[in-house]
Nanobody, 127 residues
Framework: QVQLVESGGGSVQAGGSLRLSCAAS????????MGWFRQAPGKEREFVAAISRGGGYIGYADSVKGRFTISRDNAKNTMYLQMNSLKSEDTAVFYC????????????????????WGQGTQVTVSS
């Protein structure tokens, strides 16, 4: 059983930055692929970014490429999402997710591929 706790959400003006963290426990973090997803009001949950278990393979949604950076520190059992140049359309609840039983050189971008989810952290961007 893997437990995930997100932090770092908040309110920011357009153009600003936030850094989200996802702390994992209950599993071998270096064997787990991780991802960030988000859900805006009235919309379905969508993929944001994902990272392979070792951190060497990364994927992003087109909407965040060049603005968001995903990373992980396996020594600290923590994943991060650095969000720059935030836009009002980035307003959403952001969730981190974990997938066990993964290939070394893959990241995973689909909701149904993930086994565990955090409770979410709200990000609000005002224009």
């Amino acid at each position: 059983q893997v437990q995930l706790v997100e932090s770092g959400g908040g309110s920011v003006q357009a153009g600003g930055s936030l850094r989200l963290s996802c702390a994992a426990s209950g599993g071998t973090f270096s064997s787990i692929a991780m991802g960030w997803f988000r859900q805006a009001p009235g919309k379905e949950r969508e993929f944001v970014a994902a990272i392979s278990r070792g951190g060497g393979y990364i994927g992003y949604a087109d909407s965040v490429k060049g603005r968001f950076t995903i990373s992980r520190d396996n020594a600290k059992n923590t994943m991060y999402l650095q969000m720059n140049s935030l836009k009002s359309e980035d307003t959403a609840v952001f969730y981190c997710a974990a997938k066990i039983m993964v290939e070394r050189s893959r990241w995973y971008g689909r909701i149904h591929e993930y086994d565990y989810w955090g409770q979410g952290t709200q990000v609000t961007v005002s224009s």
